[in-house]
């Protein structure tokens, strides 16, 4: 569990940084996420100045490109602040990446392990540092969860989203198979070996809607592009009008099943 | 010399032959039943997730030890294994390997090597040599068998044939064996096997093993194995070779027990193997019987380069316990066949490299999610998402430079994702291959920080 820094303490004022998926592909899941987090009693600050944490660069062998796109990133939090991103895989990047990435680099070295610390997956912060306990007002559902790999095995994080989910009363957070595997996405993994990419998600989205649950959710909006895209795509082949696996962010779930 | 795969490259044809499998729903359905299998029986070894991480920090520790001293060590090895009446041989390349071996065989006359598993041999292409040479080379591994019955290569380093079913090995040896009708009963398709292959072992002049671990200290060559073929190929011929790469080297025998014991658990889910085996000689002058000659070829092929580097020296520290293949979810949807290199799943895409050279296996690379099952099994802890993405660094040199100007610049990004949002109806449909299998990504029509300024 990631819980140095600020843990325990809560914090009056936060930085979010959204990550380019969701500034450009879900900005409601962006929106829904600094939402919650204000009703939380925190300042959200959302520094203009952010683009991307510079991970497709980074894990497609671009160490050169990555670090431009990333060094820009490091000067975007200047308080002392936790820095909350709605994504296990972008907040992997720049808790674990960032200082490997400047290792040779004094200065940004020692500004990415400062920003290190302070980098908390969304799930991971509200669990873990806001202790987020709030009334279930849906009607009763069943949800399946999807957590990424990098939320898994790099962020250590794995357990969060599950614990948020069940602390909802009226939702039932159902089993799949093969859960702890890769949706296939991988970033430029799915354009490069397309075929495996798809024989993944394929797999990916069969196991998840063999559970009958209303829906998935995930940390991690690159993980549901790819989730969402292929179920969407297998609904259009088929002739459904309505999403056999319709889909979003858990910020999204969590902020409609607490509010009025 | 005969012609090796040493040219060959894996890269070409990789996405055909991967598309070719995951096209095909009973290879897909079998791979996935034989892994989860495997993955299954892995877990009931290690009830306790703590033990299994103290011992695989120790696994890793002791391995990273050993190679920390591999020079030193090597020497000590040779020394100890003359001591021991072991023939001690050095080859650089798999030619080299192949000439060493062809001329202790040549030196006996002999007709017929029967082997034990060795993935090593097949690195360096063995059997196409001997049969170049006119030596008959026959595998004694149950699956080893099955593949070279087949004509082809194996798909698992474990487990050479796991990607055929009982029928296709019941039709195999059917139409390859003389006098065997068809049956599909696994019991007796192990006995066809068995009573062919003990004939061979009592005519046999050459037996060939690998080594799993080889003792500095005591100049002890151990080998791991399940159908007792190893200790027949290593103990009936007159004549043993093993062969290995220069890292399966430790420093004592007080090394072997928990390598062991992460090996066949991660391995094959077992406590430990039918047999293990340690060898540390010829047949001496008043014993009855063992080998007369016992060789041990050392080979390089591509492991100093690996050596070299700090980084890249991790990836020496397997054991060859193929439990990344195993929890990977690309070798799961394609097989051990399409990667086209003697190792394959994750540990074959770092390892390749070194072997085969970085242009013919870059390909390989880009395979993989970086999803990290493989790095979380591993149980000697090779970072292999790690070492994947420097080779994936190595291999590609043309710069996304356009990419980089946009997401350092604020100013450019604001732009160009602003013009992304507003004119997201004229996103193509057809997005290349991310649409052959999904709807095509749209940017939303207001970005957050859009949503966020009208908010305020």
């Given amino acids: ?260 | 010399m005969s012609e090796h795969a040493m040219n060959f490259m894996p890269s070409e044809g990789f996405r055909a032959r991967s598309k070719e499998v995951v096209e095909n729903p009973f290879l897909r359905q079998s791979f996935r039943g034989a892994m989860d299998f495997l993955i299954n029986k892995r877990i009931t070894q290690f009830p306790s997730a703590e033990e299994l991480e103290t011992l695989r920090t120790l696994g890793e520790q002791i391995r990273q030890y050993n190679l920390g001293k591999l020079p030193t060590l090597l020497v000590q090895l040779e020394e100890s294994l003359t001591r021991n009446g072991i023939q001690v041989h050095w080859a650089e390349t798999p030619d080299e390997a192949n000439a060493i071996i062809l001329g202790i065989c040549q030196k006996h006359s002999a007709k017929l090597m029967v082997k034990g598993k060795s993935m090593v041999s097949e690195e360096i292409e063995l059997n196409h040599a001997c049969e170049a040479a006119g030596i008959e080379a026959m595998e004694s591994d149950m699956g080893e068998y099955i593949v070279q019955l087949a004509g082809e290569k194996p798909s698992h380093i474990i487990m050479p044939a796991i990607h055929k079913t009982k029928e296709e090995i019941a039709r195999l040896f059917h139409e390859k064996v003389e006098g065997v009708d068809y049956t599909d009963n696994v019991d007796e398709l192990i006995q066809i096997g068995r009573k062919v292959l003990r004939e061979k072992f009592l005519v046999a002049d050459i037996g060939l093993s690998g080594v799993n671990f080889a003792v500095a200290e005591t100049g002890t060559l151990c080998l791991v194995e399940n159908e007792g073929n190893g200790r027949l190929s290593t103990t009936a011929p007159p004549v043993h070779i093993a062969i290995t790469g220069i890292e399966k080297i430790v420093e004592k025998l007080d090394h072997v027990p928990p390598l062991l014991s992460l090996l066949t658990r991660s391995a094959t889910g077992q406590n430990i193997s039918t047999y293990f085996n340690m060898i540390s000689g010829p047949r001496k002058a008043d014993e009855k019987d063992g080998p007369t000659e016992v060789h041990l070829v050392l080979l390089d092929n591509g492991r100093t380069q690996a050596y070299a580097d700090e980084q890249l020296r991790k990836t020496l520290q397997c054991i060859r316990c193929g439990a990344c293949m195993n929890h990977c979810p690309v070798y799961t949807r394609i097989g051990g066949h399409a990667y086209g290199t003697t190792y394959p799943g994750p540990i074959g895409k770092i390892i390749s490299p070194h072997m085969l050279g970085l242009d013919a296996t870059k390909t390989m690379a880009t395979a993989s999610t970086l999803c990290g099952a493989c790095g979380e099994v591993c149980p000697v802890k090779i970072p292999i998402p790690d070492l994947l993405m420097r080779l994936r660094e190595e291999s590609f040199s043309e710069p996304h430079v356009a990419w980089a100007m946009v997401y350092r610049s604020p100013s450019l990004y604001k732009v160009a994702t602003w013009l992304g949002s507003r004119f997201n109806w004229l996103t193509p449909s057809n997005q290349g291959p991310w649409t052959s299998v999904r709807t095509p990504l749209k940017p939303a029509p207001k970005r957050l920080r859009d949503l966020l300024k009208e908010r305020a």
């Avoid at chain 1, 930085?15 to 600094?34: E, S």
């Avoid at chain 1, 670090?67 to 991103?85: C, D, G, I, S, Y």
């Avoid at chain 1, 069943?142 to 969060?160: I, N």
């Fill in chain 1, 1 to 260: 569990m990631q819980t140095q820094g600020n843990a325990g303490q809560r914090p009056s004022d936060i930085y979010f940084f959204a990550t380019c998926v969701v500034d450009q592909f879900f900005p409601g899941a962006g929106l829904d996420a600094i939402t919650l987090l204000e009703r939380e009693g925190i300042r959200v600050h959302f520094p203009e100045e952010q683009t991307c944490c510079g991970q497709p660069a980074y894990t497609s062998g671009f160490p050169d490109e990555a670090r431009k796109v990333a060094a820009h990133q490091l000067t975007l939090f200047p308080e002392n602040w936790p820095v909350v991103v709605p994504s296990g895989s972008c907040a992997g990047m720049m808790k674990h990446h960032y200082p490997t990435l400047f290792a040779d680099d004094p200065v940004r070295k020692a500004q990415a392990e400062a920003l290190s610390v302070r980098i908390y997956e969304f799930t991971d912060f509200l669990v873990n540092v806001l202790g987020f306990q709030s009334e279930d007002k849906g009607a009763d559902c069943t949800v399946v969860l999807h957590t990424s790999c990098s939320a898994r095995r790099e962020m250590g994080v794995h357990l969060t989203g599950r614990q948020l989910l069940s602390n909802l009363k009226g939702v039932k957070v159902a089993q799949q198979d093969h859960e702890s595997e890769c949706c296939g996405f991988g970033g430029t993994f799915s354009i490069k070996q397309p075929e495996i990419s798809g024989a993944m998600v394929e797999d990916k989205v069969k196991s998840l809607k063999a559970t009958g649950a209303e829906r998935v959710v995930s940390a991690d909006c690159g993980c549901l592009m790819n989730i969402l895209g292929h179920a969407a795509w297998k609904d259009k082949q088929e002739g459904r009008q309505t999403p056999s696996l319709p889909g979003e962010h858990i910020a999204s779930f969590l902020l409609r099943r607490t509010s009025k």
